[in-house]
């Protein structure tokens, strides 16, 4: 039962994780460049404290790392999802890891398709962005599930290596 209600909330974050990437994509060429110049205002005092970057470059920085940090969100809700449901096993790591990569690939497909029905640019750069981004997040997580492993793999050998002391 906890399995199940895991999955169900792993599926409803992932599904607003994408519905949240895609409402970025509806927003038409006017309502993306004044949400960027915002986000570009904040950071510019943190990233540029001198402001020696032109705008127009602070503004790409900006944009392509959002792409990024969505799409690494995208790539751990993905992982979390499929090692919940899948049970993973280091045996099944290849068949596993195919189905996250599917997910996130065609997001980052959709999410640019969508930007060309609102003129704005669509390009294949972004979608290779966006799979990074995904494939960031994917990493991390599988890195941190190996970790998890090796060391509940690590206590349950020692604990099986130790021998009772009989006091006579």
């Given at each position: 039962?906890?399995?199940?209600?895991?999955?169900?909330?792993?599926?409803?974050?992932?599904?607003?994780?994408?519905?949240?990437i895609?409402s970025?994509?509806?927003?038409?060429?006017?309502?993306?460049?004044e949400?960027?110049?915002?986000?570009?205002?904040?950071?510019?005092?943190?990233?540029?404290?001198?402001?020696?970057?032109?705008?127009?470059?602070?503004?790409?920085i900006?944009?392509?790392?959002?792409?990024?940090?969505?799409?690494?969100?995208?790539?751990?809700?993905?992982?979390?999802?499929?090692?919940?449901?899948?049970?993973?096993?280091w045996?099944?790591a290849l068949?596993n890891?195919?189905?996250?990569?599917?997910?996130i690939?065609?997001?980052g497909?959709c999410?640019?398709?969508?930007?060309?029905?609102?003129?704005?640019?669509?390009?294949v750069?972004?979608?290779?962005?966006?799979?990074g981004?995904?494939?960031i997040?994917?990493?991390?997580?599988?890195?941190?599930?190996?970790?998890?492993?090796l060391?509940?793999?690590a206590?349950?050998?020692?604990?099986?290596?130790?021998?009772?002391?009989?006091?006579?």
């Amino acid at each position: 039962m906890k399995r199940t209600i895991l999955i169900v909330i792993l599926a409803l974050l992932t599904a607003l994780t994408i519905a949240y990437i895609f409402s970025n994509s509806f927003a038409d060429s006017e309502q993306s460049n004044e949400q960027s110049d915002s986000v570009v205002e904040i950071v510019r005092p943190i990233i540029d404290p001198d402001a020696s970057l032109p705008d127009e470059e602070l503004d790409v920085i900006v944009r392509k790392t959002a792409h990024i940090v969505e799409f690494a969100v995208l790539g751990v809700m993905t992982a979390l999802l499929c090692l919940s449901i899948f049970r993973f096993s280091w045996k099944d790591a290849l068949k596993n890891i195919c189905i996250p990569l599917f997910i996130i690939l065609t997001v980052g497909v959709c999410d640019e398709y969508i930007q060309s029905l609102n003129d704005r640019t669509s390009m294949v750069e972004d979608v290779l962005i966006d799979f990074g981004g995904g494939l960031i997040g994917l990493a991390l997580t599988s890195s941190v599930y190996a970790i998890v492993r090796l060391i509940q793999t690590a206590k349950s050998k020692k604990r099986a290596l130790k021998i009772p002391i009989i006091k006579n």
